[in-house]
């Protein structure tokens, strides 16, 4: 059972290039979720699903878009990469389509933008 | 105002010791509250949920809720090096549809 799993786990970009993380995850949660995280900032919400073919903006959404392609997988992609979103990438899902139960990490995507 | 909010630490006790940590939030709707545990270079792994006032226990942790002064606490009896950490506080958001987390504390378990 392997949860939450995130690809790739390391990137490194050019400002400008685009790329997609992806994040899968095999507990048929109904709902998914990426944050970032950066030193003294905490982890903060990029955007959010909360059952398969809805999608929400979180916290931070300029600059990124999502994909909840179906109930496992929730994509997030960076159409024109800035230093800015040098950055920790984490998906999450929750058992519910809401948060109260809390959610499982995926390992993370640590990505620099050059 | 931050929506949660934490002592960012570093946080020092002994080998043996009680670790207090606090949290405050500012959403009085918020009805589920999380403590995450996270290693350097790891991701947050979930370690005690609490959604009514007063105390709960698993093990070594207890959470302690207070809504009426919107404070959460988690207290770590007998304190372990391997407990030396960053501890997030989680409280749902957004009418429950999302997690809003703290800054976390840094805590140091010293031998």
């Known amino acids: 059972n392997a949860g939450v799993t995130q690809t790739p786990k390391f990137q490194v970009l050019k400002t400008g290039q685009s790329m997609t993380l992806q994040c899968a995850q095999d507990m048929n949660h109904n709902s998914m979720y990426w944050y970032r995280q950066d030193p003294g900032m905490g982890l903060r919400l990029i955007y959010y699903s909360a059952s398969e073919g809805t999608t929400d903006k979180g916290e931070v959404p300029n600059g990124y878009n999502v994909s909840r392609l179906n109930k496992r997988e929730f994509s997030l992609r960076l159409e024109s990469a800035a230093p800015s979103q040098t950055s920790v990438y984490f998906c999450?899902?929750?058992?519910?389509?809401?948060?109260?139960?809390?959610?499982?990490f995926g390992s993370g995507t640590r990505l620099t933008v050059v | 105002q931050k929506e949660v909010e934490q002592n960012s630490g570093p946080l020092s006790v002994p080998e043996g010791a009680i670790a207090s940590l606090n949290c405050t939030y500012s959403?009085?709707?918020?009805?589920?509250f999380f403590w995450y545990r996270q290693y350097s270079g790891k991701s947050p792994e979930l370690i005690m949920s609490?959604?009514?006032?007063g105390d709960k226990e698993d093990g070594r942790f207890t959470a302690q809720l207070n809504k009426a002064s919107q404070y959460v606490s988690l207290l770590i009896r007998d304190s372990q090096p391997s407990d030396s950490a960053t501890y997030l506080c989680a409280v749902t958001t957004g009418g429950g549809n999302k997690l809003t987390f703290g800054t976390g504390t840094q805590l140091k378990v010293e031998l």
């Open positions: 999450a899902s929750s058992e519910s389509r809401t948060a109260n139960y809390g959610y499982t």
């Open positions: 609490i959604y009514s006032n």
């Open positions: 959403d009085r709707v918020s009805q589920s």
